[in-house]
T-cell receptor, first 117, second 109 residues
Framework: ETGVTQTPRHLVMGMTNKKSLKCEQH?????MYWYKQSAKKPLELMFV???????ENNSVPSRFSPECPNSSHLFLHLHTLQPEDSALYLC????????????????FGAGSRLTVL | GQNIDQPTEMTATEGAIVQINCTYQ??????LFWYQQHAGEAPTFLSY??LDGLEEKGRFSSFLSRSKGYSYLLLKELQMKDSASYLC??????????WGAGTKLIIKP
């Protein structure tokens, strides 16, 4: 398998549930990202991992908890979410996090569509 | 604050040409990206501009004017499969990507 794979593709959960989103990249990239995509809004960067180390956390509520066990895998653990958290969650990877040009081209997964009831 | 503006939606006819504009105000500039996203699919990289001018890739071209804070994506010989959202993003001086909200392009036969 190639590229960036996200599972599950669709998830419906109640506000008291705990679930996890999984992302795997087969590109040998060093940086991985979680983005939130809501309708008619710009992509919102949530978390960045560079060489397995978290380098950014853009004021994301603690009900979202990332985990990066190795440079190929990224998880987003979800608990006690709110209905406004319903969105498409995109995982992406790039060769490196900083630096211009080709190193910053992102390869995205198809996303996990989350609905919070 | 930092801002990227692009039209919310555009409609064009199969076989025609369409230009999708993107204007930006950012803290510094390290390049501008265009991505294509079909409904329910991953965004995919189309182009990267860091110098002024036109970059051509087949039916798609991307233009940049840094002095005007302006870019456009030009799609020629439109095909039905070009119906998608087109995302503009600027890499600022801190190498943070600033995203526009995307332009939904509808192609009609």
């Amino acid at each position: 398998e190639t590229g960036v794979t996200q599972t599950p593709r669709h998830l419906v959960m109640g506000m008291t549930n705990k679930k996890s989103l999984k992302c795997e990249q087969h590109l040998g990239h060093n940086a991985m990202y979680w983005y939130k995509q809501s309708a008619k809004k710009p992509l919102e960067l949530m978390f960045v991992y560079n060489f397995k180390e978290q380098t950014e956390n853009n004021s994301v509520p603690s009900r979202f908890s990332p985990e990066c066990p190795n440079s190929s895998h990224l998880f987003l653990h979800l608990h006690t979410l709110q209905p406004e958290d319903s969105a498409l969650y995109l995982c992406a990877s790039s060769q490196d996090h900083e630096g211009a040009s080709g190193a910053n081209v992102l390869t995205f997964g198809a996303g996990s569509r989350l609905t919070v009831l | 604050g930092q801002n990227i503006d692009q039209p919310t939606e555009m409609t064009a006819t199969e076989g025609a040409i369409v230009q999708i504009n993107c204007t930006y105000q950012t803290s510094g500039f390290n390049g501008l990206f265009w991505y294509q996203q079909h409904a329910g699919e991953a965004p995919t990289f189309l182009s990267y501009n860091v110098l002024d001018g036109l970059e051509e890739k087949g039916r798609f071209s991307s233009f940049l004017s840094r002095s005007k804070g302006y870019s456009y994506l030009l799609l020629k010989e439109l095909q039905m499969k070009d119906s998608a959202s087109y995302l503009c993003a600027v890499l600022d001086s801190n190498y943070q990507l600033i995203w526009g909200a995307g332009t939904k392009l509808i192609i009609k036969p």
